[in-house]
């Protein structure tokens, strides 16, 4: 299975969440609240290994899609569910996750522009307005998930967009709205990779020993 360069560089980042959890207990808990067909659960699968995934759309064919590519990566347990995240989560989602989830992966929705070095023409047709629709958006979904992060866990966010608002302020608004710490930001550029440009960061929530 092959994916984007600039995601495979995502999994710089799991590799921190790794490191820091060398005793954790089985069992880990992942939400991929934004999945589209699952490449960055698989991903952080891989890594992370012996997880509890969690994957979540508005789109239930895209989900379908999600489920034959996890059986073709040998991922077979887990819960999947359409979610419409722009409004607060169901008590349906909180008796599926318990407490809260150990790291949530949001792959945002966003303008897309991280891939316009292979798509040029939707630069033609595109509308700055769209910006503040989709950064709308992204506050929305952030603001009803990120109380779901459990203590001492993680929330790496993630776009293939390249305007600010969208990433370094979008940062800032996430340290505005909870405690969370900011651990690592970087642009991954892939225009002269032959691959698409995007944005990551992650954060972790301070354990009960920090406080």
Not at 126 to 140: D, G, P, S, V
Request: proline letters at 2%; hydrophobic letters at 40%; one cysteine or more.
């Amino acid at each position: 299975m092959v994916q984007d360069y600039s995601s495979q560089r995502v999994a710089a980042f799991l590799l921190m969440i790794k490191s820091e959890i060398p005793n954790r207990k089985s069992g880990f808990k992942i939400w991929d609240c934004c999945a589209g067909s699952g490449g960055k659960s698989i991903l952080a699968f891989d890594v992370l290994q012996n997880v509890q995934l969690t994957v979540s759309d508005v789109r239930p064919s895209i989900l379908s899609n999600l489920k034959r590519r996890f059986k073709e990566a040998g991922i077979n347990h887990y819960h999947s569910i359409t979610l419409d995240l722009t409004w607060p989560l169901s008590k349906a989602m909180f008796s599926m996750s318990g407490t809260g989830f150990d790291l949530i992966i949001c792959d945002a929705p966003c303008t897309g522009s991280g891939t316009w070095s292979r798509t040029p023409e939707q630069l033609f047709f595109f509308e700055r307005e769209k910006i503040n629709h989709y950064t709308a958006l992204q506050k929305k979904i952030i603001s009803n998930i990120i109380s779901r992060v459990n203590k001492g866990g993680y929330f790496l966010y993630i776009t293939c967009s390249v305007f600010k608002k969208e990433n370094e302020e979008m940062v800032e608004y996430i340290l505005q709205q909870s405690t969370l710490i900011l651990i690592q930001k970087e642009l991954f550029v892939g225009y002269d990779k032959k691959a698409d440009t995007m944005f990551a960061a992650l954060f972790c929530a301070a354990s009960s020993d920090d406080q």
